[in-house]
C-alpha cells in the first residue's frame, strides 16, 4: 500500500482515494479532494492559498530545510528481507520521529517568541487611543461621594493585581482622598 501526497497540497492521498488526473505527456498528478483538483485546473498558485504546505513553507511558518525531512522522500530500489535490517530500520524510523519533533518544538518555540509583547504592546497602544471611552470612575463612587457631599474629582480608576485564592479575591481601591481601600470578594 503505498501513501502518495497531493500535487497541489501536500497531504497524504490514501489508496482509492482522491483523484489522479494524467496529463498528455504521460505525467500523473493525484489530488486528495476535488478542491485541489479544481484549483489545479483553474490554474491557482498554491503558494499563495494559505491552506496548502506550500504557503506554509514559503511564508515561513514550517520547517523548509531539515534533513529529517528527506527521509520520507520514496525509494524505490528493491531490498532483500533482513530480520536484523528490518529491526534497525524500524529503530531508526522512531528515532527520527523523535528528532523531528524536538526540532519542530524548537522551531515553534522560536516563530512564537515574541508573540506575548507584541499583543501586550498593541493592547496597551488600543488602551490609550481610546482612553475617552473608559470610565473615569464607578458610578457607585460617585454617588457615594455625593451622598457625603463631598467634592466629586474625576480620577481614573487604578487597580493593583488581583490575587486569587481559590473563590477569595482581594482588590484594592484608590479613593479619591488619596487613601486606598482594601475589598474582599467572595465568589
Known sequence: MRIETC??????????????????DARAFRFCRSKCHKSFKMKRNPRKLKWTKAFRKSAGKEMV?????????RRNIPVRYNRELVEKTLKAMERVSEIRQKR?????KKRMAGNKEREREANRKLVAE????LPKMRAS???????A????????????K???????????KLLVDGSVEDEMDMD
Open 7 to 24: 500535487y497541489f497540497c501536500s497531504q497524504p492521498c490514501y489508496p482509492s482515494k482522491g483523484i489522479t488526473f494524467i496529463r498528455n
Open 65 to 73: 530545510v531539515d534533513s529529517t525531512l528527506t527521509f520520507a522522500a
Open 104 to 108: 519542530e518544538r524548537v522551531f515553534y
Open 130 to 133: 481610546n482612553e475617552h471611552l
Open 141 to 147: 463612587e460617585r454617588k457615594a461621594l455625593e451622598e
Open 149 to 160: 457631599d463631598e467634592e466629586v474629582e474625576e480620577v481614573p480608576l487604578q487597580r493593583e
Open 162 to 172: 488581583t490575587k486569587v485564592f481559590g473563590k477569595m479575591q482581594q482588590r484594592r
